[in-house]
């Protein structure tokens, strides 16, 4: 079993590994809160701009008192979705895309562009533009 976290108020980056199993999957999902929160130039995180919540079917809430967290955040349709961890919040969406864009096999990556044009389309111009990178490496 391998655990990861990313503790955005300090900045860390950690994983913890029991095995060599999924260890790949996740410092790519791992990386991807760290790219997530960092590369958006200042602005909103990359998960929560509205260019990534009309891509992927996430919806703010109403209530602006809500506490920070997953609660903030509604899933209009699970849709294309890549795992069912992603259906989480908008940032582990992010994250999970991202590490089948650059990690999946050649059959998941596939089979992502198919079921999910929208999150492919962002991922794939995000990878391109901001790290001169196509999808699958």
């Known amino acids: 079993e ?3 976290a990313y503790k955005q108020t300090e900045g860390q980056l ?3 590994r029991r095995n060599q199993a999924d260890m ?3 410092m790519s999902h791992e990386v991807a809160h760290v790219l997530d929160k960092r590369g958006a130039d200042g602005k909103l995180s990359l998960s929560e701009s509205p ?3 009309a891509a992927t079917g996430w919806q703010k ?3 602006s008192n809500l506490p920070k967290g997953y609660e903030r955040y509604m899933l209009r349709s699970s849709k294309g979705v890549v795992s069912e961890y992603a259906k989480r919040a908008p940032w582990e969406d992010f994250a999970e895309t991202f590490k089948v864009a650059i990690g999946g096999t050649p059959v998941e990556r596939t089979a992502f562009k198919k079921q999910s044009p929208a999150r492919y389309k962002f991922m794939s111009d995000l990878l391109r533009t901001k790290f001169d990178v196509a999808i699958g490496g």
């Open 2 to 4: 391998i655990i990861g």
């Open 14 to 16: 950690f994983v913890l």
């Open 24 to 26: 790949k999957g996740t």
């Open 51 to 53: 260019e990534w919540l």
């Open 61 to 63: 809430k109403g209530a």
